[in-house]
Structure formats: structure tokens, C-alpha cells
């Protein structure tokens, strides 16, 4: 099992923009492919972003295609959400998510969690 800490989370006014990080410790997150959740008041956890081991390849939901940036760097074994145009709506706490080798967007296929951060974006 890896752990994982997500970090950056915070209230920003629409518009405006957030950078999460989640570091893992434990073993190292080469091969290991990441994802991005996140569960809003009331509602069901819902996949966000996901990129592979490589990075090579990365996979977004529509709410966030175009504004959301999901990257890692597996030599300091962190994973990145950068935030964009943030809407009302992205409000959640945001988990990541890791799991091996083959990328997912299923929150069954992630075994390892973080305890997830929390956005608020104000209207």
C-alpha cells in the first residue's frame, strides 16, 4: 500500500484558481497509475482526472475538461491537480487516488487513498 497526502486545497472566489498536490510516501509511485475524486455535499465521490505511470496518457471528466490539469513527477512522487477557472460547482474535497499500472476512472479500481482537501469556491 502507498500513502497518500493531498494538500492545497482552500476557498477561492470564481474564476480563480487552485493548485492540489498529493505526495506519497511509503513506496515509490513509479507504477502506479493516479487519479483524481472528489465528492461535493450530498453526493456521490465522482472521478475527476487520471494520468498514467508514464504520464503518458491522462483522462479528464467532462465538467473539467479544458480547465482542470492533472501532471506527476515520479521523482519527487507527487502528483499534481492544477485548477482552473474554478466554478460554484467544483466545490468537494478532493481525494487522490492510486492504483497499479493500468489507468482507471472507477473509484472501485483505486486501492490506495488519501484523506482528501477540501475547495470551496464562493460565488
Known amino acids: 500500500q502507498v500513502q497518500l497526502v493531498e494538500s492545497g486545497g482552500g476557498l477561492v472566489q470564481a474564476g480563480g484558481s487552485l493548485r492540489l498536490s498529493c505526495a506519497a510516501s511509503?513506496?515509490?509511485?513509479?507504477?502506479?497509475?493516479m487519479g483524481w475524486f472528489r465528492q461535493g455535499p450530498g453526493k456521490e465521490r465522482e472521478f475527476v482526472a487520471a494520468?498514467?505511470?508514464?504520464?503518458?496518457?491522462?483522462y479528464y471528466a467532462d465538467s473539467v475538461k479544458g480547465r482542470f490539469t492533472i501532471s506527476r513527477d515520479n521523482a519527487k512522487n507527487t502528483v499534481l491537480l492544477q485548477m482552473n477557472s474554478l466554478k460554484p460547482e467544483d466545490t468537494a474535497v478532493y481525494y487522490c487516488a492510486a492504483k497499479k499500472y493500468v489507468l482507471a476512472v472507477s473509484a472501485a479500481d483505486f486501492g490506495s487513498w488519501g484523506q482528501g482537501t477540501q475547495v470551496t469556491v464562493s460565488s
Open positions: 511509503g513506496r515509490s509511485l513509479s507504477g502506479y497509475a
Open positions: 494520468i498514467s505511470w508514464s504520464g503518458g496518457s491522462t
